[in-house]
């Protein structure tokens, strides 16, 4: 077996790369985010496209549901939206007389516009803005981890024969919290 390995640094350059990959006729593709996903789906709707912890596949459009894929793709994901008002409530937990929350994201991300409408409908909830001059980095998740080693059981199932069609997507299991705070 042999392994092509292949990266791009900006999100415009998957689709490059998926071409290569798929006239090399690869038998798995593996993509470990967004981008990667989005332009495997539209490379191939043959070969078996492994998700190493993508967030929200279905939002991305490469899957038809978590449960039912439908399609050519299937892996683990990292998606937890029910982790953004927890995040906030944290938040406010720690720091009471906090009325602004930020959030670091990559702005070509087609699913972290949902994820933005997510965190300002709860920080509406406890009456916080969307913003933050300086102060903390919280963060409240799943490790990605978790979905690069499922991802590989996805990989052995495949190559084993197993259509992805038939395999749901994992969510995630375990979650992670830390907090670094400066002034």
Known sequence: MKIEYRY????????AVMADLVSRKVNVIVAANAAAASAAAKATHIIPIVLAGVNDPVGLGVADSLQRPGRNVSGTTIYA?????ERVRILKRIAPSLDRVAVFMNGNNKNNAAQVELLTAAAKEFAMQEYVLAGGLMALGVGHLEGYYGAAKYVDQMLRGESPTDLPIALPTTLSFSVAAWR
Do not use: M
């Not at 791009?8 to 689709?15: G, P, R, S, T, W």
């Open 8 to 15: 791009a640094k900006l999100d415009h350059e998957y689709d």
């Open 81 to 85: 939206p029910h982790l953004i008002g």
